[in-house]
T-cell receptor, first 113, second 111 residues
Framework: NAGVTQTPKFQVLKTGQSMTLQCAQD?????MYWYRQDPGMGLRLIYY???????DKGEVPNGYNVSRLNKREFSLRLESAAPSQTSVYFC????????????FGQGTRLTVV | QKEVEQDPGPLSVPEGAIVSLNCTYS??????FMWYRQYSRKGPELLMY????GNKEDGRFTAQVDKSSKYISLFIRDSQPSDSATYLC???????????FGTGTRLTVIP
């Protein structure tokens, strides 16, 4: 049982480049989330998807877009990367909306130079 | 003021010690409380989940919620070196679309 799988694990981008972070879960969860984790800031919600076909902004959505491709997959896109987007990104999923008992992926370490 | 406050530590204890980790919060509407463990360069792993007030025990771990004081705790008994990690508290309310996280406490258990 893989749980929540994120790709890639590491990425270095130049300022202005774009990329998509992929996330897939095999637990048949309805809700999926993208968080970023920065030192001293904790985990902050970027976007979430309460169910297939819906997406909504979280606390820090600027500079990001998301796609809920199907029930399993939820991708995060950086259209024009900035150094402020250097962070560790986590995808999570939960059976219920709100994130209670959420399961997290292993993270993507992104550096924007 | 952050909604959830957590002392970042670091906290170092000898093997076998009882560890107490704590979070305070400002939103009295929070009803669901979680503790996550995060090993270095890994994703957070759900450790304990509690609804409303009271205690919950799972092996060496006890989660405690005091809603009147807006204070939650995680106790680790007979701590082991494998418990060395960052512990994150998280909480939310019914109908919310988000978990509110503390910044995490880094714990080291010394053999």
């Amino acid at each position: 049982n893989a749980g929540v799988t994120q790709t890639p694990k590491f990425q270095v981008l130049k300022t202005g480049q774009s990329m998509t972070l992929q996330c897939a879960q095999d637990m048949n969860h309805n809700s999926m989330y993208w968080y970023r984790q920065d030192p001293g800031m904790g985990l902050r919600l970027i976007y979430y998807s309460a169910s297939e076909g819906t997406t909504d902004k979280g606390e820090v959505p600027n500079g990001y877009n998301v796609s809920r491709l199907n029930k399993r997959e939820f991708s995060l896109r950086l259209e024009s990367a900035a150094p402020s987007q250097t962070s560790v990104y986590f995808c999570a999923s939960s059976e219920r909306a709100g994130g209670t008992e959420a399961f997290f992926g292993q993270g993507t370490r992104l550096t924007v130079v | 003021q952050k909604e959830v406050e957590q002392d970042p530590g670091p906290l170092s204890v000898p093997e076998g010690a009882i560890v107490s980790l704590n979070c305070t919060y400002s939103n009295s509407a929070f009803q669901y409380f979680m503790w996550y463990r995060q090993y270095s360069r890994k994703g957070p792993e759900l450790l304990m989940y509690t609804y409303s007030s009271g205690n919950k025990e799972d092996g060496r771990f006890t989660a405690q919620v005091d809603k009147s004081s807006k204070y939650i705790s995680l106790f680790i008994r007979d701590s082991q070196p494998s418990d060395s990690a960052t512990y994150l508290c998280a909480m939310t309310i019914t109908g919310a679309n988000n978990l509110f996280f503390g910044t995490g406490t880094r714990l080291t258990v010394i053999p």
